[in-house]
Each structure stands twice: as structure tokens, then as C-alpha cells.
Nanobody, 120 residues
């Protein structure tokens, strides 16, 4: 079955960096666009970044442009999120996501999330 497993979160000081990883299995990874979302306490889940199946196109939420980079390794079935110049407002649980088309519907899959805390 489809599995998405995030890792790499932790506690970091403002201005620091982290790299999140999401290991995927159970589907043809290179066919799937992949996304990172985040959810801060008391807030709705928001899109952070997305990347096409071949890695040729990416998109970012405005507040992450220039600081975050999404990438993927299709040989390793893994998508990454490099986060630089982290700010306290980046504190959230970060989730990996993909939507798989099955006939007339799209099934959304999520990982368990990884906590990122930015604090001095």
C-alpha cells in the first residue's frame, strides 16, 4: 500500500537550516507530483512546495520562496525539503503528500508528519 514516511525534523535556532526527507513506497514514484504541507498549532494546513514527477517544475508558497527548496531523487523514491534561514513562524508539523488518480477519483495520501521547531 501507499506509504509516505517523513524524517529530518527537529529543533533549530532562527536562521538555521534543516532538510526534511519523505520516503515513498507503494506506487510509481516518478509518475507522481509530490508536495510538502505544514500545519502550525491553531492554523490550517498550508501548501509549502510542490514538484512534478520528473522534478522539472517546482512551486512554492510566497513566504517560502528563496528560503526553501524542494527536490526529489526518483532512484531513491524520496522527496526532500531543504529549509534555510528558518524563522520562528516556520514552526509546524511538516507533511508529505501526493494525490493518486484511480479512475474517476483522486486519493490523497499523507505521511505522519515531522515536527519542526524554530526557537532560540
Amino acid at each position: 500500500q501507499v506509504q509516505l514516511v517523513e524524517s529530518g525534523g527537529g529543533l533549530v535556532h532562527p536562521g538555521g537550516s534543516l532538510r526534511l526527507s519523505c520516503a515513498a513506497s507503494g506506487f510509481t514514484f516518478s509518475n507522481q507530483a509530490m508536495y510538502w504541507y505544514r500545519q502550525a498549532p491553531g492554523k490550517e494546513r498550508e501548501l509549502v512546495a510542490g514538484i512534478t514527477g520528473d522534478g522539472g517544475s517546482t512551486k512554492y508558497a510566497d513566504s517560502m520562496k528563496g528560503r526553501f527548496t524542494i527536490s526529489r531523487d526518483n532512484d531513491k523514491n524520496t522527496v526532500y525539503l531543504q529549509m534555510n534561514n528558518l524563522k520562528p513562524e516556520d514552526t509546524a508539523v511538516y507533511y508529505c503528500n501526493t494525490g493518486i488518480v484511480t479512475g474517476p477519483r483522486v486519493d490523497d495520501y499523507w505521511g505522519q508528519g515531522t515536527q519542526v521547531t524554530v526557537s532560540s
